[in-house]
């Protein structure tokens, strides 16, 4: 491989490392902080899931990683990962002065 091989393939490591800063290390960063917070969803938290779903956790299962969320019409189970932890987060923010 001379000196033209080397000046074709830089290129494509500049890219890569590129799109690694720009996407794939923010993609890691969040998918770890939504994990954080779904281990650390307590009992009584108000959250609202990622479809809209706006409640009250009423029951933590740590076997299946469920919560039973008590909501207007009545009780029910989702999986943690469907709680929206930015939704929920501004839902429980302190109000603005």
Partial sequence: MGEGGIASVLPFVLMFVVVYFFM????????????????????????????GLHGK????????????????????????SAISMEMSSKLNAPPAK
């Fill in 24 to 51: 794939i290390a923010p993609q890691m960063k969040r998918a770890k902080k939504e994990k954080k917070f779904a281990a650390e969803l307590k009992k009584g938290d108000r959250v609202i899931t990622k479809s």
């Fill in 57 to 80: 956790v009423a029951e933590l299962n740590d076997k299946d990683s469920s919560c039973i969320i008590e909501t207007m019409a009545g009780k029910l189970k989702f999986d943690r």
